[in-house]
């Protein structure tokens, strides 16, 4: 099947539009293309690209900008971008597109505006759902989706105690949760991200053992951080908590680190304790080497 083939199956499923990576991904996960490259997702936008502009407006996908395409069916408001390739039609060899296609009706709520929306909630839908395969990078990835709904759910409770009745503890409480959740949940997606990326690269066969070890460690060095960092923050929670009465901002202060300490300290610790890969690298390479139906990463 080819590249444009594979996009039509893939847009029928969706029912709405997906940026070429996406499209890539999803026809990768399904065994719709065979690929020899590491960047197989420029290889389908390209293919895309190409179609549109040798059949211009017969195409049955358009292209609305910044990497999306789209059913022509679904009636969406094509962007100059999209015209433009249209309007470069030129003769070029039969690409084998069928000539019929049954698409998936529009839903009523993907306009153009609305559809975006769905697909931001859908990566990130996507980026929390889409563990990886290596079995520390799967490892890591799960520590930082704990790090993520802890950091999210402290953020909403620091603004719940913000909007609340106000004192001074409270005041010092909820400053700790917002600050605490919001740099937690920034880490948490960057490290996320990190794994997810890490682990295409391995299952690409564009990284090989020496990166792959170099990139484990450096996971394994941040949960050894949240490690220590955690049991220092709980350890001076604990000092500030011990003020009296007449100290409610820095009791709040210390509340609010004798509680972020005490997770942060608690997920790190697991994280490494519990790691498959800590030990030596060669117990890692170990691991990564191939099973019949895995590829190897040299």
Do not use: C
């Not at 502009?53 to 609305?64: F, K, Q, Y």
């Not at 030129?90 to 839903?107: A, F, K, S, W």
């Not at 709040?252 to 610790?269: D, E, K, R, Y």
């Amino acid at each position: 099947m080819t590249f444009a083939e594979a996009a039509m199956v893939i847009l029928r499923q969706a029912a709405e539009p997906l940026h070429f990576r996406e499209i890539t991904e999803r026809a990768l996960e399904q065994d719709l293309v065979d690929v020899s490259g590491s960047t197989p997702w420029h290889s389908m936008n390209g293919a895309l690209r190409r179609w549109i502009r040798s059949e211009g407006a017969d195409t049955p996908i358009v292209s609305l900008g910044d990497g999306y395409f789209a059913l022509r069916a679904w009636g969406l408001p094509v962007p100059d971008e999209g015209r433009a390739l249209e309007s470069e039609a030129e003769d070029t060899e039969d690409l084998g597109i069928p000539g019929e296609v049954t698409v998936t009706p529009r839903p009523a709520d993907a306009s153009a505006a609305g559809w975006k929306w769905r697909q931001v909630a859908g990566r990130a839908h996507q980026m929390v759902s889409n563990v990886p395969r290596h079995p520390s990078l799967a490892h890591a990835f799960g520590g930082f989706r704990t790090l993520l709904v802890w950091s999210a759910a402290s953020l909403l409770a620091g603004v719940g105690l913000r909007a609340g009745r106000r004192s001074r503890l409270l005041t010092a409480i909820s400053q700790q949760m917002v600050g605490w959740g919001g740099a937690g949940s920034a880490m948490a997606l960057r490290g996320m991200y990190e794994a997810q990326r890490y682990d295409q690269a391995v299952y690409a066969g564009s990284a090989n053992r020496r990166t792959l070890t170099s990139h484990v460690s450096v996971l394994q060095r941040i949960f050894r951080g949240l490690l220590l960092g955690g049991a220092a923050a709980g350890a001076v929670g604990w000092l500030l908590r011990q003020t009296g009465d007449d100290h409610p901002r820095a009791k709040g202060m210390g509340i609010g680190l004798l509680i972020q300490g005490a997770f942060f300290g608690v997920l790190g610790g697991l994280s490494v304790w519990m790691d498959p890969s800590r030990g030596t690298t060669r117990r890692l390479s170990a691991k990564s080497a191939p099973t019949p139906d895995q590829p190897a990463v040299d």
